[in-house]
C-alpha cells in the first residue's frame, strides 16, 4: 500500500472563460470541481492505475466534506484528520483562446497543536502497512517549517 499524506488539501475549480481580460465581466463557458492538492493529486493518479492507495492529512468543515466526497466518487481510499477550519478553495482560470492559465490559490486553515498530534497518531499507524509514503504539497499556515521533518521522524 502507498500512503499520501496531503497537509493543505483542498477544493480545485477550474473555469475556462475566453479572452480573460482582468477587470472584466467575463461568463465561464465551462467548469470543473474536483478534490485537491498535491499529495490528493499523486494518490488520484496511483488509484488510476490501479495501485493500492490511502489519501490522508488534514480537511475541515463542509469544504472538506467535499474533498472526502469527492475521492469517495473516485474510488480513492482516505483517513483524514478532521480540523475545526474550513479546508481552502482554490481557482484557476483558463482561456482557451490564449491557452493562458491564472490560479489564484487560498492559503488554507490553520492547525492546532492537538489536531496536529491527531494526524501523527493516524499516520503512525497507517505507515506502518505502507511500502511508500509520499509527503506532498503547501503546509498550513503557522504549522511550522518542521513539519515535514517532524512528520519523517515520526
Known sequence: M?????????IDRTVAVPNFRLGRRHRAVESRTVAGGKGINVARALSLLGRPVIAAGFVGGPTGTRVLEGLREESVLTDFTRIAAETRINLAVID???GEQTEINERGPAVSP???KK???RIGYLAGGAKVCVIDGALPPDAGDDLYDRLIDY
Open 2 to 10: 502507498i500512503l499520501t499524506i496531503t497537509l493543505n488539501a483542498a
Open 96 to 98: 482557451p483562446t490564449s
Open 114 to 116: 492537538e489536531e496536529t
Open 119 to 121: 494526524l501523527f497518531e
